[in-house]
């Protein structure tokens, strides 16, 4: 079982910048594809970026690439979303997720992917 518990979230005008943390208990991570997803109010909740157990695949919506970067660090077992150039449409609330794939080496795109999921933190850009 793991536990995931996102933080960092918070108010920032636009063009801002925040990173966002998510730390696991449980087990290690070392195994574990990891990905950050985000559901603004009155939508449905979507990929926003994707990272392998090792860190050496990642992947992002379109949209967010070039001022998004995931990040992990194993051995802190927290996975991180560096967000910049902020925008008031990058308002909504992110979590993170987990799935076990020792063999793996890519990154998953779809919620259905992933077994254990955070409770999520609140990012509000205002304009």
């Known amino acids: 079982q793991v536990q995931l518990v996102e933080s960092g979230g918070g108010l920032v005008q636009a063009g801002g910048s925040l990173r966002l943390s998510c730390a696991a208990s449980?087990?290690?991570?070392?195994?574990?594809?990891m990905g950050w997803f985000r559901q603004a109010p009155g939508k449905e909740r979507e990929f926003v970026a994707g990272?392998?157990?090792?860190?050496?695949?990642?992947g992002y919506t379109d949209s967010m690439k070039g001022r998004f970067t995931i990040s992990r660090d194993n051995a802190k077992n927290t996975l991180y979303l560096q967000m910049n150039s902020l925008r008031p449409e990058d308002t909504a609330v992110y979590y993170c997720a987990a799935e076990f794939r020792p063999y793996s080496d890519t990154f998953y795109r779809r919620q259905l992917e992933y077994h254990y999921w955070g409770q999520g933190t609140q990012v509000t850009v205002s304009s």
């Open positions: 990272v392998s157990p090792s860190g050496d695949s990642a």
């Open positions: 449980g087990r290690t991570l070392s195994s574990y594809a």
